[in-house]
């Protein structure tokens, strides 16, 4: 079966701008996070919805959002670019029946590097 | 956020048994013990997981201490293809999983 795929693979936009980043989950899952991967930070856990709800948030700005479409589709957009957003974005989808059950795996995509210059 | 604690680098010989160990002294009764590896330029992919219970499957096995604030992931014998940053991870509330910053795993030939 298809896994994550996560559109653009690549991007580079110019401070002050914004961005939409998408990501399609496998098929029949319902829940969708994000996470943000820089060389300083590693990998942090930007948001997470499920059945369309975001059911939890990491510590990042309200310049960062997302959404989630009835077909389990997810987007994140971030607003007002700075040089620092600079990183790897990465969407992971997991099979829960229920929200907040972490008794699964997350299949991760390749993600969208994004470049601010 | 409960924290795990890795140590920063581990070398192994190509298929010689690897045990990587993660410490998580401030894991709470109801977190998942989770590991994933990330090769370079790739998402993270799936390990293994474990609540309480040693758990085995085709790619490694899980071994999780009496009292929970420790595990090792046991690889059976290392390949060329396991060297990568092998994070564990506590889940703990929804859909987070808090990444530290891993292990890097080097396989020789």
Redesign the interface.
Known sequence: KAGVTQTPRYLIKTRGQQVTLSCSPISGHRSVSWYQQTPGQGLQFLFEYFSETQRNKGNFPGRFSGRQFSNSRSEMNVSTLELGDSALYLCASTKRDRAGDMNTEAFFGQGTRLTVV | DAKTTQPNSMESNEEEPVHLPCNHSTISGT??I?W?RQLPS?????VI?G?TSNVNNRMASLAIAEDRKSSTLILHRATLRDAAVY?CIL????????????TILTVHP
């Open positions: 977190d998942y989770h994933y790739q998402g993270p992919e799936y997981h609540l994070y889940g703990t509330s929804y859909g987070k999983l808090t990444f530290g910053q891993g």
